[in-house]
């Protein structure tokens, strides 16, 4: 939240805002698939820590650069890029972890508290920021972001786990990116629900981006307000994700999954003609909610169906497209739209075309065999 309202604070310019977002992840698209390989080779927990205490170090010059006065957006930028370079090995490494702390029975549940933990965050984390930043400035934003990678580390280090065993059968990098891929075309479902994420990330996400822009020039609110965005996002991620990890059964999560693919679009649609701030906090109450929902039923079904020797892979393509693809690809278009035509044409075009997909992929199959034989798929 403190790095979006920097930038806009530096540069006054939706096109740049959305710049540092892509900046951001942009390693993510280049190096991501190697990074798969590693989380298949090598010690996922220890490759978690290692990449989370890289990050502590980031989170601290980020507070220095702040602090010192010396921030520019070329300097944002970059430090945006390192964080970017760990993630992508981090990312792929701690969500192929999450079958050895749950198990594959425990699955979807897990991946639902995993969301609803993040949410949480997203509620805590803009609102505290909102507050910092209106009380003490915006440097104190990024220490207290920095310190927090202690409470992530020392829980890091508490995890036990059963021993780890290196794969049997060692191969090439590029042969093990080959592998993955061809396995994702070749596994109907998993082609499917990959393409939907990718449509979904790519075009959807990117709102998220674009809400320090929105809240200031759409709604006229300033930090405080644009931190309550984030935080109704939060709180509807967090409702949507507490319900499907109560839920179980195939039949319900295909269920939810076909109404949180149309439903994420129609309240982003809604969102785009608001210019004031209280429906716009209920409008993304519902769309937190509808996107957690989404996002969470279609990462458990892919972990789901995944062999365990391909995990860190897909988890990487998975990672490549809603954290690369969605910050570079997504949010750089978003982000010229935004200055071309104003903010809330670029989110009403992201959610007509996610829109018509939607209403394509649910008539094709395997989506359309979801509708009736929905057990057999989770």
């Known amino acids: 939240m403190a790095q979006a309202w920097l930038a806009?604070?530096?540069?006054?310019?939706?096109?740049?805002?959305?710049?540092?977002?892509?900046?951001g992840s942009l390693p993510i698209v280049l190096?991501?698939?190697?990074?798969?390989?590693?989380?298949?080779?090598?010690?996922?927990?220890?490759?978690?820590?290692?990449?989370?205490?890289?990050l502590l170090f980031e989170a601290a010059l980020l507070w220095w650069f702040t602090w010192s006065g010396h921030v520019t957006i070329g300097w944002l930028l970059l430090i945006a890029a390192i964080a970017g370079a760990i993630s992508s090995?981090?990312?792929p490494s701690r969500q192929s972890l999450v079958v050895e702390l749950a198990g594959r029975e425990d699955l979807p549940q897990a991946i639902a508290l995993?969301?609803?933990?993040?949410?949480?965050?997203?509620?805590?984390?803009?609102?505290?920021?909102?507050?910092?930043?209106?009380?003490?400035?915006?440097?104190?934003?990024?220490?207290?972001?920095?310190?927090?990678?202690f409470a992530v580390l020392i829980g890091l280090f508490m995890v036990r786990l059963s021993p780890w065993r290196p794969s049997a059968q060692l191969v090439r990098p590029l042969d093990g990116i080959r592998e993955s891929f061809a396995y994702m075309r070749d596994t109907p479902l998993v082609a499917a629900?990959?393409?939907?994420?990718?449509?979904y990330s790519v075009l959807g996400t990117p709102y998220l981006t674009l809400m320090p822009v929105f809240a200031k020039n759409r709604l006229g609110l300033g930090a405080g307000g644009y931190g309550l965005l984030l935080a109704c996002v939060g709180v509807g991620g967090l409702i949507g994700a507490l319900a499907l990890a109560a839920r179980s059964g195939?039949?319900?999560?295909?269920?939810?999954?076909?109404?949180?693919?149309?439903?994420?679009?129609?309240v982003l649609l809604v969102l785009s003609t608001l210019t004031s701030a209280w429906p716009a906090y209920v409008a993304l109450l519902f769309a937190?909610?509808?996107?957690?929902?989404?996002?969470?039923?279609?990462?458990?079904?892919?972990?789901?169906?995944?062999?365990?020797?391909?995990?860190?892979?897909?988890?990487?393509?998975?990672?490549?497209?809603?954290?690369?693809?969605?910050q570079t690809l997504g949010s750089f278009i978003a982000g010229a739209l935004a200055r071309a035509l104003g903010v809330q044409w670029a989110i009403a075009a992201g959610?007509?075309?996610?829109?018509?997909?939607?209403?394509?992929?649910?008539?094709?199959p395997p989506f359309r065999i979801v509708k009736t034989t929905g057990p057999s798929l989770t």
């Open 8 to 23: 806009l604070e530096l540069t006054n310019n939706a096109f740049l805002v959305g710049l540092v977002a892509a900046v």
């Open 31 to 54: 190096f991501s698939m190697h990074a798969g390989v590693l989380a298949d080779r090598y010690e996922r927990l220890r490759l978690v820590k290692i990449c989370q205490t890289l």
């Open 89 to 91: 090995v981090e990312i």
């Open 114 to 149: 995993n969301s609803s933990g993040f949410n949480l965050a997203r509620i805590v984390g803009p609102a505290l920021a909102a507050l910092v930043i209106a009380k003490l400035g915006i440097g104190w934003a990024f220490a207290l972001n920095a310190l927090s990678y």
């Open 193 to 199: 629900l990959m393409k939907l994420v990718t449509v």
């Open 250 to 266: 195939a039949q319900a999560g295909s269920r939810t999954l076909r109404l949180s693919t149309y439903g994420y679009p129609i």
């Open 288 to 326: 937190g909610m509808a996107m957690i929902a989404n996002g969470a039923i279609a990462n458990s079904m892919l972990q789901h169906n995944v062999p365990d020797a391909l995990r860190g892979r897909l988890m990487a393509a998975y990672s490549f497209v809603v954290v690369g693809l969605a």
């Open 351 to 364: 959610a007509v075309i996610m829109l018509l997909y939607a209403a394509y992929v649910f008539e094709r």
